[in-house]
């Protein structure tokens, strides 16, 4: 409540601090805070598009392949060729068909996967 007590104006040198109280405005004071979200925003964006490495999404010479799964069970497939970004649902009448088995694969205990092709 100190701030939107009136204050008065030396008549000699005015300094930046004066100068702000003289208003009888109460949004002076929050006049910045929409600044201040949109740098929050676009700090936001930065870290989390570094933290997940999408800065391939910007350059035309990587090939990326992103899957997602809804809650629902639902799967997209976002691939990205160049500057050809494509994106496909894929459902259960999708996957369907017929087909072959090719082989096992198997995950060891440091995370890499070995496929054993079957003859």
């Not at 939107?4 to 008549?11: G, N």
């Not at 100068?19 to 805070?33: E, H, K, S, V």
């Not at 990326?64 to 997209?76: C, L, P, R, V």
């Not at 976002?78 to 500057?83: H, L, P, V």
């Amino acid at each position: 409540m100190k701030y939107f007590k009136k204050r008065r104006i030396s008549t000699g040198k005015k300094s930046f601090g004066a100068q702000a109280f003289t208003d009888n405005d109460p949004l002076t004071g929050i006049a910045n805070l929409f600044d201040i979200g949109l740098v929050f925003i676009v700090g936001l964006l930065l870290t989390l598009f570094s933290a997940y490495h999408l800065q391939d999404l910007f350059d035309q010479n990587t090939d990326m392949t992103i899957m997602k799964q809804s809650a629902n069970g639902e799967m997209e497939i976002i691939t990205k060729k160049g500057k050809k970004v494509k994106a496909m649902k894929v459902s259960k009448e999708q996957a369907k068909g017929r087909g072959h088995r090719l082989g096992i694969a198997y995950k060891l205990e440091d995370g890499s996967v070995v496929y054993v092709p079957e003859d």
